[in-house]
């Protein structure tokens, strides 16, 4: 059965960090497939956070640039994204997609992350 669990989110103060682990069972291979973290604030559309292709290339969105670092454990079959200087404006559920070309792409359950003092 396919998956992919995200944990790690919480509630964090503004200034603060976060890492949250995409872990990829049933088929998924982090090595092969395009990896990325999405997010969805209440009320608004999801929106692609950062990704990383099968060759291991980065994209970030111009609002977590330089804060957010996406990586991957090919060992372990997990996904992180590690989130530093959090504002209140990244409280969101993030979650974790994983595809490759000619098949449909898988979605984890989402993780709760709050920003807020």
């Known amino acids: 059965q396919v998956r992919l669990v995200e944990s790690g989110g919480g509630l964090v103060q503004p200034g603060g960090s976060l890492r949250l682990s995409c872990a990829a069972s049933?088929?998924?291979?982090?090595?092969?497939?395009?990896m990325a973290w999405y997010r969805q604030a209440p009320g608004k559309q999801r929106e692609l956070v950062a990704d990383?292709?099968?060759?291991?290339?980065?994209t970030y969105a111009d609002s977590v640039k330089g804060r957010f670092t996406i990586s991957r454990d090919n060992a372990e079959n997990t996904v992180y994204l590690q989130m530093n200087s959090l504002k209140p404006e990244d409280t969101a559920v993030y979650y974790c997609?994983?595809?490759?070309?000619?098949?449909?792409?898988?979605w984890g359950q989402g993780t709760q992350v709050t920003v807020s003092s």
């Open positions: 997609k994983a595809g490759r070309l000619g098949s449909p792409s898988n």
């Open positions: 049933g088929g998924i291979f982090v090595s092969i497939y395009a």
């Open positions: 990383m292709t099968s060759g291991g290339s980065t």
